[in-house]
C-alpha cells in the first residue's frame, strides 16, 4: 500500500463531473463544500497485483475502496463491490485473479469546492458510493464517500421515522449456505448484504465488508466457507420508529453501513446509508427549491454576497427595481456597480458594512439602468453555514421611491409656512427696529420694536411714506442731516458711519441692506440697534481688557512654574517606580540564589540527622538544619513584607475547613513546644462551624506568626490557642483566637512599636532571641487585608495575650459544626516518619536540575522511597529523555540552562505528553506558582523542598507498594 503524493501526481481521469454550486440558501444557512468531508489520505494499489493483496489492505485500513494506479497514471477503482461481483459470485479462483480484471473504470471526479447536496445528487445519480476528488490545480485532493456525505447531512435535523425509507425486500438465506452462494444472490440482487437465518431466527447479516475482511483477506475458499463461519453474528437492530437522524448516527458510532429493522421479534426490512442518504437529499431539495420558489416570486428585492462584498445572488424582484433582464452585471461583481448609485459617497460604507459589519439598516439614493431615481432602504445580516461559520451577508433592499417624493413635496411645503412664522417670530422677537422700503420710499413692513423705539402709536402704526415719517424725528436727533441721509437712501452710498445720536444721549446704529425678490433688487431694509449702552461701557471694558490681559500674563507665569513643578514631580515618581522594580526584581533574584544551595544543606542534614551519628555529630546536623531553617523564616519575612508593601500581595478567598487548618498549625508548632519543654494546645471554646470563608494561606501564616513568637520569647509555661466564636451587634458571625504565653511580657511603652516594621520591644530582644522584627508588622498587615482585627494585652514577667478576629463569612447556625480533630502527635503515631513509612512508590522518575548538589540530594530522596530515577542537567535534555524514555513522573526544576522549566514543559505538553509533570523552583514571589500552573505543570514546590510535602505530592500520583511486595 502507498500513500498518495497530492503534490506531483497528475490527474489523467476519463471522467471528470463539475456541478455549478447553487447561489440560493436552504433554512438560511449555506451547505459545506465537498473539501470540508472528504477523506484526504487515499491509499492506492498497482493493477498487476492479487485481489487478495487488495483484500488485506482494506481489511487492515478499515477502507472500502483502492485508487487502482501505475506510476503517475490513475487507471480505475476497486471496491468491495468489485469483489463481490467479478471474483466471489463467478466462482473464478480469486487467488490468481489481478485488481485490473476486477477494478471498476471510469473514475468519477469531482472538484473540492462542490457543494455537499450537489455530490449527493451525483452519488445517487451514477448509483456510486464514492467520488475522486481533485484540488484547483487538478491535483488528487481526497475521496468522498457516501459515508462522510451522511455524517455531514445529519447535522440537518430530519424527525422521520424510518419505516418511511427502510428496504422491506430484504434478501434472506440460510446461514448454512456457502459465501458464494450467498455471493451470488447479492450480485444477481445488486445488494451489499443478506439476513443470514437460524430456522425463524435471525442468526446474523453478511455483508461485502465480510466476505472482503473474513473470507478474500483471509484467503479462505468461498465455494467450501459456509456463511455461519464469517457473517457479522452481532446484528444491531433498531424498531421502525427510529428517527433518520438517530439511526444515522447509530451506523456512523459502530462504523457500519446498514441497521436491520425489528418489531416484536420480527424482522420487518433494512435501513441502509443509501436509503438515509437518499432521504434527506430530498427533503434538502425539496427545501431548497422551496425557497428558490419563495425568492422568485417575492415583491421584496433579495441579495446575497460573499466576505469581500461580491453580489452572489439577486432574486427577480431586485432585477426589475434596477431595470436589467439578467444578473450577469451583478453576480461576481462587487455589491451594486457604480452606474447604479445616485450618491456615490455611500458606496464605500455600504461595501465596509458588507464585509465586516454586522446587522445594518441604511437609506440608500440609487439610479436604475434607465436613469430613474430610486430611494431604498436597505437591511442586511450575516449568513452563516451549518457550522455557525460566516460566509457572507444576505439582505433586502426596500423600495421607498413613492413615498419619498411625496414626502418631499410635503415637506416643502411645511417648511415654507415654518419660514414665514420663523421669519415672522424673528422680526417680532428681536430688540432690533427693521423696517422694509420699496424704491418709492413706501414702506413695505415694520416690526413692532421699530415702532416703540420711534415712539409711534402701536395702534395707527407707521405712516406709509418713509419721507414723512424722518420729517417727523427730525427734532429728537442731535444729528438730523444723517437721518435725512438714511431716508434718501445716500448714507450708505457716501459710505458714512450710518450713528445717529439723539439730545437725550441714546445712540443708533443703522444697518441698511438690499431687499431682493425673485433675483431682483425692489427696495431696502434698513435695521436700528440701540447701542446706547455698549457705547457707554466700551471704555470700560478696555479698561477690562487691560487687567484682563495683566492677569493673562500673570496667570501664564504661574501655569510655567506650575509645568515645571508637575515635570520634576512626575521625574521623581518615574525614579521612584525605578527604585521599587529594581527592589522587587533584586529580592526575586536573591530568593532564587539563596533557596537553590539552601535546599541542599536543608535536605542533607535532614537526612543526615536519621544516619547512624554519634550525640555529637547529630547535634551539629540538627544545628545546621536548624539554622538553615531560621534563615529560610528571615527570608520568608523580607519577602513577605516587600510584598505587601509594594501592593502586590492578593489574597483567595476559599471555603475552609477550619479542623485541618487547627491541625497543621498544631501540627508545625507542637515540636518546637516540646523542644523547650513548654505545654501547647490549640484549645476549642465554643462550638464551632467546620467551614468558614477565608484565605486559608494568610489566616495559617498569622496564627503561626503569633503562636511562634509567643514559643520563642516564653521560657517555661505554656502555650494555647484558645478558638471561640462571637456574634456582632449586625449578626455577623467571627472567629476570636487568643494566643496566650507565660513568656517575657511586653511593657506598656512598646507595645505599639512591636507592630512597626523592623521593630522589637527593645534591641536587646533581638541579640537574645533573633529574628527580623517583621513578623508582627507582616500580621497586622494580613489580618488587615483579611478584613480582621489584631489587639494585644501584655504585662511584663508574667505573659502575653494576642487576640486576632476576623469574619467567618458563614452563618454559624445554618453550617456544619467541627469535631474535635486529633491533634499533630497523635497523627503522627498513627502514620509514622514518612522517610521510613513501610509504603514505598515502585516507579521510574525523571529528575531535571542543573545544580549538581540538588540533583544528589533529590536522587537520594527519591530513591529512599524505592523511585528508580534519571537525572539530566538541562531543560532540552529533559525534553528529549521523557520523549524517548517512558517514565511515570517528571520532577522539573524551573531556572536552568538551554531550555528552563517552562519552556521544556511547554514543549513536552506541546508534543503530547501526558504525565505529570512537578515544577520545583527557587523562585517564591507572588505568581511563580501560577506561571507553572500556566505552563503545563501539575503541581509547585518551592526550594528548599520539605522531604514530607515531596513524599505527600508524589503519592498523588504514582501507585505504592509494601515493602514484603516489592
Same mark, same amino acid.
Given at each position: 500500500?502507498?500513500?498518495?503524493?497530492?503534490?506531483?501526481?497528475?490527474?489523467?481521469?476519463?471522467?471528470?463531473?463539475?456541478?455549478?454550486?447553487?447561489?440560493?440558501?436552504?433554512?438560511?444557512?449555506?451547505?459545506?463544500?465537498?473539501?470540508?468531508?472528504?477523506?484526504?489520505?487515499?491509499?492506492?494499489?498497482?493493477?498487476?497485483?492479487?485481489?487478495?493483496?487488495?483484500?488485506?489492505?482494506?481489511?487492515?485500513?478499515?477502507?472500502?475502496?483502492?485508487?487502482?494506479?501505475?506510476?503517475?497514471?490513475?487507471?480505475?477503482?476497486?471496491?468491495?463491490?468489485?469483489?463481490?461481483?467479478?471474483?466471489?459470485?463467478?466462482?473464478?479462483?480469486?487467488?490468481?485473479?489481478?485488481?485490473?480484471?476486477?477494478?471498476?473504470?471510469?473514475?468519477?471526479?469531482?472538484?473540492?469546492?462542490?457543494?455537499?447536496?450537489?455530490?449527493?445528487?451525483?452519488?445517487?445519480?451514477?448509483?456510486?458510493?464514492?467520488?475522486?476528488?481533485?484540488?484547483?490545480?487538478?491535483?488528487?485532493?481526497?475521496?468522498?464517500?457516501?459515508?462522510?456525505?451522511?455524517?455531514?447531512?445529519?447535522?440537518?435535523?430530519?424527525?422521520?421515522?424510518?419505516?418511511?425509507?427502510?428496504?422491506?425486500?430484504?434478501?434472506?438465506?440460510?446461514?448454512?449456505?456457502?459465501?458464494?452462494?450467498?455471493?451470488?444472490?447479492?450480485?444477481?440482487?445488486?445488494?451489499?448484504?443478506?439476513?443470514?437465518?437460524?430456522?425463524?431466527?435471525?442468526?446474523?447479516?453478511?455483508?461485502?465488508?465480510?466476505?472482503?475482511? /473474513?473470507?478474500?483477506?483471509?484467503?479462505?475458499?468461498?465455494?467450501?466457507?459456509?456463511?455461519?463461519?464469517?457473517?457479522?453474528?452481532?446484528?444491531?437492530?433498531?424498531?421502525?420508529?427510529?428517527?433518520?437522524?438517530?439511526?444515522?448516527?447509530?451506523?456512523?458510532?459502530?462504523?457500519?453501513?446498514?441497521?436491520?429493522?425489528?418489531?416484536?421479534?420480527?424482522? /420487518?426490512?433494512?435501513?441502509?446509508?443509501? =436509503?438515509?442518504?437518499?432521504?434527506?437529499?430530498?427533503?434538502?431539495?425539496?427545501?431548497?427549491?422551496?425557497?428558490?420558489?419563495?425568492?422568485?416570486?417575492?415583491?421584496?428585492?433579495?441579495?446575497?454576497?460573499?466576505?469581500?462584498?461580491?453580489?452572489?445572488?439577486?432574486?427577480?424582484?431586485?432585477?426589475?427595481?434596477?431595470?436589467?433582464?439578467?444578473?450577469?452585471?451583478?453576480?461576481?461583481?462587487?455589491?451594486?456597480?457604480?452606474?447604479?448609485?445616485?450618491?456615490?459617497?455611500?458606496?464605500?460604507?455600504?461595501?465596509?458594512?458588507?464585509?465586516?459589519?454586522?446587522?445594518?439598516?441604511?437609506?440608500?439614493?440609487?439610479?436604475?439602468?434607465?436613469?430613474?431615481?430610486?430611494?431604498?432602504?436597505?437591511?442586511?445580516?450575516?449568513?452563516?453555514?451549518?457550522?455557525?461559520?460566516?460566509?457572507?451577508?444576505?439582505?433586502?433592499?426596500? =423600495?421607498?421611491?413613492? +413615498?419619498?417624493?411625496?414626502?418631499?413635496?410635503?415637506?416643502?411645503?411645511?417648511?415654507?409656512?415654518?419660514?414665514?412664522?420663523?421669519?415672522?417670530?424673528?422680526?417680532?422677537?428681536?430688540?432690533?427696529?427693521?423696517?422694509?422700503?420699496?424704491?418709492?420710499?413706501?414702506?413695505?413692513?415694520?416690526?413692532?420694536?421699530?415702532?416703540?423705539?420711534?415712539?409711534?402709536?402701536?395702534?395707527?402704526?407707521?405712516?406709509?411714506?418713509?419721507?414723512?415719517?424722518?420729517?417727523?424725528?427730525?427734532?429728537?436727533?442731535?444729528?438730523?442731516?444723517?437721518?435725512?441721509?438714511?431716508?434718501?437712501?445716500?448714507?450708505?452710498?457716501?459710505?458714512?458711519?450710518?450713528?445717529?445720536?439723539?439730545? +437725550?444721549?441714546?445712540?443708533?446704529?443703522?444697518?441698511? /441692506?438690499?431687499?431682493?425678490?425673485?433675483?431682483?433688487?425692489?427696495?431696502?431694509?434698513?435695521?436700528?440697534?440701540?447701542?446706547?449702552?455698549?457705547?457707554?461701557?466700551?471704555?470700560?471694558? %478696555?479698561?477690562?481688557?487691560?487687567?484682563?490681559?495683566?492677569?493673562?500674563?500673570?496667570?501664564?507665569?504661574?501655569?510655567?512654574?506650575?509645568?515645571?513643578?508637575?515635570?520634576?514631580?512626575?521625574?521623581?515618581?518615574?525614579?521612584?517606580?525605578?527604585?521599587?522594580?529594581? *527592589?522587587?526584581?533584586?529580592?526575586?533574584?536573591?530568593?532564587?540564589?539563596?533557596?537553590?544551595?539552601?535546599?541542599?544543606?536543608?535536605?542533607?542534614?535532614?537526612?543526615?540527622?536519621?544516619?547512624?551519628?554519634?550525640?555529637?555529630?547529630?547535634?551539629?546536623?540538627?544545628?545546621?538544619? $536548624?539554622?538553615?531553617?531560621?534563615?529560610?523564616?528571615?527570608?520568608?519575612?523580607?519577602?513577605?513584607?516587600?510584598?505587601?508593601?509594594?501592593?502586590?500581595?492578593?489574597?483567595?478567598?476559599? %471555603?475552609?475547613?477550619?479542623?485541618?487548618?487547627?491541625?497543621?498549625?498544631?501540627?508545625?508548632?507542637?515540636?518546637?513546644?516540646?523542644?523547650? $519543654?513548654?505545654?501547647?494546645?490549640?484549645?476549642?471554646? +465554643?462550638?464551632?462551624?467546620?467551614?468558614?470563608?477565608?484565605?486559608?494561606?494568610?489566616?495559617?501564616?498569622?496564627?503561626?506568626?503569633?503562636?511562634?513568637?509567643?514559643?520563642?520569647?516564653?521560657?517555661?509555661?505554656?502555650?494555647?490557642?484558645?478558638?471561640?466564636?462571637?456574634?456582632?451587634?449586625?449578626?455577623?458571625?467571627?472567629?476570636?483566637?487568643?494566643?496566650?504565653?507565660?513568656?517575657?511580657?511586653?511593657?506598656?511603652?512598646?507595645?505599639?512599636?512591636?507592630?512597626?516594621?523592623?521593630?522589637?520591644?527593645?534591641?536587646?530582644?533581638?541579640?537574645?532571641?533573633?529574628?527580623?522584627?517583621?513578623?508582627?508588622?507582616?500580621?497586622?498587615?494580613?489580618?488587615?487585608?483579611?478584613?480582621?482585627?489584631?489587639?494585644?494585652?501584655?504585662?511584663?514577667? *508574667?505573659?502575653?495575650?494576642?487576640?486576632?478576629?476576623?469574619?467567618?463569612?458563614?452563618?454559624?447556625?445554618?453550617?456544619?459544626?467541627?469535631?474535635?480533630?486529633?491533634?499533630?502527635?497523635?497523627?503522627?503515631? $498513627?502514620?509514622?516518619?514518612?522517610?521510613?513509612?513501610?509504603?514505598?512508590?515502585?516507579?521510574?522518575?525523571?529528575?531535571?536540575?542543573?545544580?549538581?548538589?540538588?540533583?544528589?540530594?533529590?536522587?537520594?530522596?527519591?530513591?529512599?522511597?524505592?523511585?528508580?530515577?534519571?537525572?539530566?542537567?538541562?531543560?532540552?535534555?529533559?525534553?528529549?529523555?521523557?520523549?524517548?524514555?517512558?517514565?511515570?513522573?517528571?520532577?522539573?526544576?524551573?531556572?536552568?540552562?538551554?531550555?528552563?522549566?517552562?519552556?521544556?514543559?511547554?514543549?513536552?505538553?506541546?508534543?503530547?505528553? =501526558?504525565?505529570?509533570?512537578?515544577?520545583?523552583?527557587?523562585?517564591?514571589?507572588?505568581?511563580?506558582?501560577? *506561571?507553572?500552573?500556566?505552563?503545563?505543570?501539575?503541581?509547585?514546590?518551592?526550594?528548599?523542598?520539605?522531604?514530607?510535602?515531596?513524599?505527600?505530592?508524589?503519592?498523588?500520583?504514582?501507585?505504592?507498594?509494601?515493602?514484603?511486595?516489592?
Amino acid at each position: 500500500m502507498s500513500q498518495f503524493d497530492k503534490q506531483s501526481h497528475p490527474i489523467l481521469a476519463e471522467s471528470v463531473v463539475r456541478l455549478d454550486p447553487s447561489p440560493l440558501v436552504t433554512t438560511s444557512r449555506q451547505w459545506l463544500q465537498v473539501r470540508d468531508i472528504m477523506t484526504p489520505d487515499v491509499c492506492t494499489i498497482d493493477p498487476d497485483r492479487t485481489i487478495v493483496d487488495g483484500a488485506a489492505i482494506m481489511a487492515d485500513n478499515t477502507i472500502s475502496c483502492l485508487i487502482v494506479c501505475r506510476g503517475n497514471d490513475l487507471l480505475g477503482v476497486v471496491t468491495e463491490t468489485d469483489l463481490l461481483k467479478r471474483a466471489v459470485a463467478q466462482g473464478d479462483d480469486f487467488r490468481r485473479m489481478t485488481v485490473a480484471q476486477v477494478m471498476s473504470r471510469p473514475l468519477y471526479t469531482v472538484q473540492a469546492d462542490l457543494g455537499v447536496l450537489e455530490a449527493g445528487r451525483l452519488l445517487e445519480d451514477r448509483k456510486i458510493r464514492r467520488l475522486v476528488v481533485l484540488d484547483e490545480q487538478g491535483h488528487l485532493a481526497g475521496i468522498l464517500t457516501q459515508t462522510d456525505l451522511v455524517r455531514a447531512m445529519t447535522t440537518y435535523n430530519m424527525g422521520k421515522e424510518i419505516a418511511e425509507i427502510m428496504t422491506q425486500d430484504v434478501a434472506v438465506v440460510s446461514s448454512g449456505v456457502t459465501v458464494q452462494q450467498a455471493a451470488r444472490v447479492m450480485a444477481r440482487q445488486n445488494i451489499s448484504c443478506v439476513i443470514a437465518m437460524e430456522g425463524e431466527t435471525v442468526g446474523g447479516v453478511f455483508t461485502e465488508r465480510d466476505l472482503l475482511k /473474513r473470507v478474500l483477506a483471509a484467503n479462505r475458499d468461498p465455494g467450501q466457507t459456509l456463511l455461519r463461519e464469517v457473517m457479522s453474528n452481532r446484528v444491531v437492530s433498531v424498531s421502525a420508529s427510529c428517527s433518520i437522524v438517530t439511526a444515522s448516527r447509530l451506523m456512523d458510532q459502530r462504523k457500519i453501513r446498514r441497521l436491520v429493522v425489528m418489531e416484536d421479534g420480527a424482522l /420487518r426490512g433494512l435501513i441502509t446509508q443509501t =436509503d438515509v442518504l437518499r432521504a434527506l437529499k430530498e427533503r434538502l431539495q425539496a427545501e431548497e427549491d422551496r425557497h428558490r420558489q419563495l425568492l422568485a416570486e417575492s415583491h421584496n428585492c433579495v441579495f446575497t454576497t460573499d466576505l469581500e462584498g461580491r453580489t452572489t445572488y439577486v432574486n427577480p424582484a431586485l432585477l426589475q427595481l434596477l431595470g436589467l433582464s439578467d444578473a450577469s452585471g451583478l453576480v461576481g461583481q462587487v455589491f451594486l456597480p457604480d452606474r447604479f448609485w445616485k450618491e456615490a459617497s455611500q458606496a464605500p460604507d455600504v461595501l465596509a458594512g458588507l464585509k465586516n459589519g454586522g446587522p445594518q439598516i441604511r437609506d440608500l439614493a440609487l439610479r436604475s439602468a434607465r436613469g430613474k431615481d430610486l430611494f431604498v432602504t436597505l437591511f442586511s445580516v450575516r449568513a452563516r453555514n451549518v457550522r455557525g461559520e460566516v460566509i457572507g451577508r444576505q439582505g433586502v433592499l426596500y =423600495d421607498t421611491t413613492a +413615498d419619498k417624493e411625496l414626502s418631499r413635496i410635503r415637506r416643502i411645503e411645511r417648511e415654507l409656512r415654518d419660514s414665514e412664522d420663523l421669519l415672522r417670530a424673528t422680526l417680532e422677537s428681536t430688540a432690533d427696529g427693521i423696517v422694509a422700503v420699496d424704491h418709492d420710499n413706501a414702506v413695505i413692513d415694520a416690526n413692532t420694536p421699530f415702532r416703540h423705539m420711534w415712539g409711534l402709536d402701536p395702534d395707527t402704526g407707521v405712516p406709509a411714506d418713509w419721507s414723512a415719517l424722518g420729517d417727523m424725528l427730525e427734532d429728537s436727533l442731535a444729528n438730523p442731516q444723517t437721518l435725512r441721509r438714511i431716508v434718501s437712501g445716500q448714507a450708505a452710498a457716501a459710505g458714512e458711519a450710518c450713528v445717529l445720536h439723539f439730545k +437725550d444721549g441714546k445712540v443708533l446704529e443703522v444697518h441698511e /441692506r438690499p431687499l431682493v425678490r425673485g433675483g431682483r433688487v425692489c427696495g431696502r431694509v434698513l435695521n436700528f440697534r440701540d447701542v446706547t449702552v455698549q457705547r457707554r461701557t466700551q471704555e470700560a471694558l %478696555e479698561q477690562a481688557r487691560k487687567q484682563a490681559t495683566d492677569a493673562c500674563q500673570a496667570t501664564e507665569r504661574a501655569n510655567r512654574q506650575l509645568a515645571e513643578a508637575a515635570e520634576r514631580a512626575q521625574l521623581l515618581a518615574q525614579q521612584a517606580m525605578m527604585a521599587n522594580r529594581a *527592589k522587587s526584581d533584586f529580592l526575586a533574584n536573591m530568593s532564587h540564589e539563596i533557596r537553590t544551595p539552601m535546599n541542599a544543606i536543608v535536605g542533607f542534614s535532614e537526612l543526615l540527622e536519621r544516619e547512624d551519628l554519634n550525640e555529637e555529630q547529630r547535634k551539629f546536623a540538627r544545628t545546621i538544619a $536548624q539554622s538553615a531553617r531560621n534563615l529560610l523564616d528571615l527570608i520568608d519575612d523580607i519577602l513577605d513584607f516587600s510584598k505587601i508593601e509594594a501592593g502586590k500581595l492578593t489574597l483567595e478567598m476559599l %471555603e475552609t475547613d477550619l479542623g485541618q487548618l487547627l491541625e497543621g498549625v498544631d501540627s508545625l508548632l507542637r515540636p518546637k513546644a516540646q523542644q523547650k $519543654q513548654l505545654r501547647f494546645d490549640v484549645l476549642q471554646c +465554643d462550638a464551632l462551624p467546620q467551614f468558614i470563608r477565608t484565605d486559608p494561606t494568610r489566616l495559617r501564616q498569622c496564627l503561626i506568626n503569633l503562636a511562634g513568637n509567643a514559643i520563642k520569647f516564653t521560657e517555661s509555661g505554656h502555650v494555647y490557642i484558645n478558638v471561640s466564636l462571637e456574634t456582632r451587634d449586625d449578626g455577623g458571625t467571627w472567629l476570636r483566637f487568643d494566643v496566650e504565653d507565660t513568656g517575657i511580657g511586653i511593657s506598656p511603652e512598646h507595645q505599639q512599636a512591636i507592630f512597626e516594621a523592623f521593630s522589637q520591644a527593645d534591641t536587646s530582644t533581638t541579640r537574645r532571641f533573633g529574628g527580623t522584627g517583621l513578623g508582627l508588622a507582616i500580621t497586622k498587615q494580613l489580618v488587615h487585608l483579611l478584613g480582621g482585627e489584631l489587639s494585644l494585652s501584655s504585662t511584663p514577667g *508574667k505573659g502575653s495575650v494576642f487576640t486576632l478576629m476576623i469574619p467567618a463569612a458563614v452563618e454559624a447556625r445554618h453550617v456544619a459544626r467541627l469535631d474535635k480533630y486529633e491533634s499533630a502527635t497523635q497523627i503522627e503515631a $498513627q502514620t509514622g516518619d514518612v522517610g521510613a513509612s513501610s509504603a514505598r512508590h515502585i516507579a521510574h522518575v525523571l529528575v531535571a536540575e542543573d545544580n549538581p548538589a540538588n540533583q544528589m540530594l533529590v536522587e537520594l530522596l527519591l530513591r529512599r522511597v524505592g523511585l528508580d530515577c534519571t537525572v539530566v542537567a538541562d531543560g532540552r535534555a529533559a525534553v528529549e529523555a521523557a520523549l524517548r524514555e517512558t517514565f511515570d513522573l517528571i520532577i522539573m526544576d524551573i531556572q536552568m540552562p538551554l531550555l528552563n522549566g517552562y519552556e521544556a514543559t511547554r514543549e513536552l505538553r506541546r508534543r503530547g505528553y =501526558d504525565k505529570p509533570i512537578i515544577a520545583i523552583t527557587a523562585h517564591a514571589m507572588v505568581g511563580d506558582a501560577e *506561571k507553572c500552573m500556566d505552563a503545563g505543570c501539575n503541581e509547585y514546590i518551592s526550594k528548599p523542598v520539605k522531604r514530607e510535602l515531596l513524599y505527600e505530592t508524589l503519592a498523588r500520583y504514582l501507585s505504592i507498594k509494601q515493602p514484603n511486595a516489592s
